[in-house]
Protein backbone atom coordinates (compact mmCIF):
# COMPACT_ATOMS: atom_id res chain seq x y z
CA UNK A 1 0.00 0.00 0.00
CA UNK A 2 1.23 3.47 -0.98
CA UNK A 3 -0.14 6.26 0.63
CA UNK A 4 -0.09 9.69 -1.10
CA UNK A 5 -1.07 12.92 0.79
CA UNK A 6 -1.92 16.30 -0.69
CA UNK A 7 -4.19 19.40 0.73
CA UNK A 8 -1.16 21.42 3.24
CA UNK A 9 -0.46 25.07 2.48
CA UNK A 10 -0.44 28.44 4.36
CA UNK A 11 -3.71 29.73 5.60
CA UNK A 12 -4.88 32.42 8.15
CA UNK A 13 -6.52 31.60 11.54
CA UNK A 14 -10.07 31.01 11.25
CA UNK A 15 -9.55 29.76 7.46
CA UNK A 16 -10.27 25.97 6.00
CA UNK A 17 -8.10 23.70 4.25
CA UNK A 18 -8.76 20.22 2.76
CA UNK A 19 -6.52 17.43 3.05
CA UNK A 20 -6.33 14.20 0.81
CA UNK A 21 -4.66 10.64 1.25
CA UNK A 22 -5.12 8.49 -1.69
CA UNK A 23 -4.09 5.07 -1.24
CA UNK A 24 -3.08 2.60 -3.92
CA UNK A 25 -1.96 -0.63 -4.60
CA UNK A 26 -4.30 -2.12 -2.29
CA UNK A 27 -7.99 -1.62 -2.43
CA UNK A 28 -8.01 -0.35 1.51
CA UNK A 29 -12.20 0.14 2.28
CA UNK A 30 -11.50 -2.14 5.43
CA UNK A 31 -8.19 -0.72 6.20
CA UNK A 32 -8.58 1.77 9.54
CA UNK A 33 -6.84 4.98 8.51
CA UNK A 34 -5.52 7.72 11.14
CA UNK A 35 -4.26 11.23 10.03
CA UNK A 36 -1.68 12.28 12.47
CA UNK A 37 0.64 15.52 13.26
CA UNK A 38 3.98 15.80 14.38
CA UNK A 39 5.87 19.38 15.01
CA UNK A 40 9.69 19.63 15.61
CA UNK A 41 11.02 17.98 18.53
CA UNK A 42 7.64 16.58 19.68
CA UNK A 43 6.03 13.12 19.00
CA UNK A 44 3.65 12.28 16.10
CA UNK A 45 -0.04 12.83 18.00
CA UNK A 46 -3.70 11.55 16.55
CA UNK A 47 -5.66 14.24 14.93
CA UNK A 48 -8.66 12.26 13.53
CA UNK A 49 -9.46 8.60 12.18
CA UNK A 50 -11.81 6.63 10.32
CA UNK A 51 -12.16 2.50 10.99
CA UNK A 52 -13.91 -0.12 9.41
CA UNK A 53 -15.86 -1.13 11.68
CA UNK A 54 -17.80 -4.51 9.81
CA UNK A 55 -21.47 -4.81 10.97
CA UNK A 56 -21.74 -1.57 12.71
CA UNK A 57 -20.03 0.42 9.69
CA UNK A 58 -17.70 3.76 9.56
CA UNK A 59 -16.64 5.38 12.71
CA UNK A 60 -14.73 8.22 12.90
CA UNK A 61 -12.58 9.86 16.11
CA UNK A 62 -11.44 12.91 16.89
CA UNK A 63 -8.80 14.28 19.23
CA UNK A 64 -10.03 16.64 21.54
CA UNK A 65 -8.25 19.70 20.34
CA UNK A 66 -10.03 19.24 16.85
CA UNK A 67 -13.41 18.28 18.04
CA UNK A 68 -15.95 20.45 16.04
CA UNK A 69 -13.67 21.36 14.13
CA UNK A 70 -12.15 19.05 11.49
CA UNK A 71 -14.22 16.24 10.13
CA UNK A 72 -12.92 13.18 8.39
CA UNK A 73 -14.59 11.43 5.49
CA UNK A 74 -13.77 8.60 3.69
CA UNK A 75 -14.26 7.64 -0.22
CA UNK A 76 -13.85 3.94 -0.95
CA UNK A 77 -14.28 4.18 -4.11
CA UNK A 78 -11.33 6.60 -4.80
CA UNK A 79 -9.09 5.02 -2.06
CA UNK A 80 -9.55 8.14 -0.36
CA UNK A 81 -9.43 9.80 2.90
CA UNK A 82 -10.35 13.55 3.43
CA UNK A 83 -9.93 15.61 7.03
CA UNK A 84 -11.91 18.51 6.19
CA UNK A 85 -10.48 21.37 8.95
CA UNK A 86 -12.15 24.51 9.73
CA UNK A 87 -11.80 27.49 12.02
CA UNK A 88 -7.85 26.53 11.81
CA UNK A 89 -5.59 27.71 14.52
CA UNK A 90 -1.77 28.35 15.27
CA UNK A 91 -1.55 25.73 17.21
CA UNK A 92 -2.52 23.30 14.50
CA UNK A 93 0.47 24.17 12.40
CA UNK A 94 2.28 21.13 12.05
CA UNK A 95 3.41 18.39 9.77
CA UNK A 96 0.28 16.46 9.15
CA UNK A 97 0.62 12.29 8.06
CA UNK A 98 -1.70 10.17 6.77
CA UNK A 99 -1.74 6.36 7.94
CA UNK A 100 -3.22 2.95 7.39
CA UNK A 101 -3.25 -0.30 8.89
CA UNK A 102 -5.02 -3.64 7.61
CA UNK A 103 -6.26 -3.81 10.98
CA UNK A 104 -9.53 -2.11 11.01
CA UNK A 105 -10.66 -1.96 14.81
CA UNK A 106 -9.83 1.78 15.90
CA UNK A 107 -6.03 2.85 17.29
CA UNK A 108 -4.71 6.53 18.24
CA UNK A 109 -1.43 5.10 18.67
CA UNK A 110 0.93 5.77 15.71
CA UNK A 111 3.17 2.63 15.97
CA UNK A 112 -0.04 0.15 15.55
CA UNK A 113 0.11 1.36 11.60
CA UNK A 114 1.71 -0.23 8.85
CA UNK A 115 1.92 2.23 6.23
CA UNK A 116 3.02 6.04 5.92
CA UNK A 117 2.28 8.78 3.32
CA UNK A 118 4.94 11.79 3.54
CA UNK A 119 3.81 14.23 5.45
CA UNK A 120 2.10 17.68 4.44
CA UNK A 121 2.91 21.05 5.77
CA UNK A 122 -0.02 22.88 7.65
CA UNK A 123 1.34 26.35 8.40
CA UNK A 124 -1.57 28.90 10.18
CA UNK A 125 -1.15 32.56 10.88
CA UNK A 126 -2.70 35.29 12.65
Known amino acids: VQLQASGGGLVQAGGSLRLSCTASGRTFSTYRMGWFRQIPGKERDIVAG???????????YYADSVKGRFTISRDNAKNTVYPQMNSLKPEDTAVYYC?????????????????WGQGTQVTVFQ
Open 99 to 115: AADPRGSWSDDSANYDY
Open 50 to 60: INWNGWSGVKT
